[in-house]
Antibody, heavy 117, light 110 residues
Framework: QVQLVQSGAEVKKPGASVRVSCKASGYIFTSYFLHWVRQAPGQGLEWVGMLNPSSGITNYAQKFQDRVNMTRDTSTSTVDMDLAGLRSEDTAIYYCARGTRWLIKDWGHGTLVTVSS | QSVLTQPPSASGTPGQRVTISCSGA????????VNWHQQFPGAAPKLLMFGNTQRPSGVPDRFSGSKSGTSASLAISGLQPEDEADYYCAVWDDSLNGQVFGGGTRVTVL
């Protein structure tokens, strides 16, 4: 079965960077896009960006263009999301999700990132 | 401010029909298929409806979707207590070149 296993919770100070990892299994890693979506406490869903594991090509939401970087390792079926210049508003659960370019099909369990001084 | 507009809440008694609207624009709902995700408190979202009207395997047929122009709707017929959750519409936006979500609708079973 499809599994998206994410790295554990992180606590970071303002201005720092964070890396959240997502290890995929149960399907052909290069056949589906990997999206990242975040959810601030008590808020709705916000798309951060996506990566095509086959090509490594990324597509980021304009809001995050200058401080997010997504990479993949096809040997371990893992996608990493790095977010720099953290501020308190970046406190959220970050989900990786599998799908096509236009459709998110399967969600990971989420990783809580807390930004606090 | 979400690109897609949903009512913040909806409610009904068991057995009633509840409808959630999702309003967008030409580059998103007007041009692409709408999907819906269901999220229970403390849990990750789950795909509930895709391609405007298609249910993934395992989703009860009391859930139905529709789209017309730049708006879409999710209907729950025969509302059940276990349907209490947050519901999000989602669609690709050709202008923004990315996924956009509605603000979410909390469904309460009275």
């Amino acid at each position: 079965q499809v599994q998206l296993v994410q790295s554990g919770a992180e606590v970071k100070k303002p201005g720092a960077s964070v890396r959240v990892s997502c290890k995929a299994s149960g399907y052909i890693f290069t056949s589906y896009f990997l999206h990242w979506v975040r959810q601030a406490p008590g808020q709705g869903l916000e798309w951060v960006g996506m990566l095509n594991p086959s090509s490594g090509i990324t597509n980021y939401a304009q809001k995050f263009q200058d401080r997010v970087n997504m990479t993949r390792d096809t040997s371990t079926s893992t996608v990493d999301m790095d977010l720099a210049g953290l501020r308190s508003e970046d406190t959220a659960i970050y989900y990786c999700a599998r799908g096509t370019r236009w459709l998110i099909k399967d969600w990971g369990h989420g990783t809580l990132v807390t930004v606090s001084s | 401010q979400s690109v897609l507009t949903q009512p913040p809440s909806a409610s009904g008694t068991p057995g009633q029909r509840v409808t959630i609207s999702c309003s967008g624009a030409g580059p998103n709902i007007g041009s692409n298929n709408v999907n819906w995700h269901q999220q229970f408190p403390g849990a990750a979202p789950k795909l509930l409806m895709f391609g405007n009207t298609q249910r993934p395997s395992g989703v009860p047929d009391r859930f139905s979707g529709s789209k017309s122009g730049t708006s879409a709707s999710l209907a729950i017929s025969g509302l059940q207590p276990e349907d209490e959750a947050d519901y999000y519409c989602a669609v690709w936006d050709d202008s923004l070149n990315g996924q956009v979500f509605g603000g979410g609708t909390r469904v309460t079973v009275l």
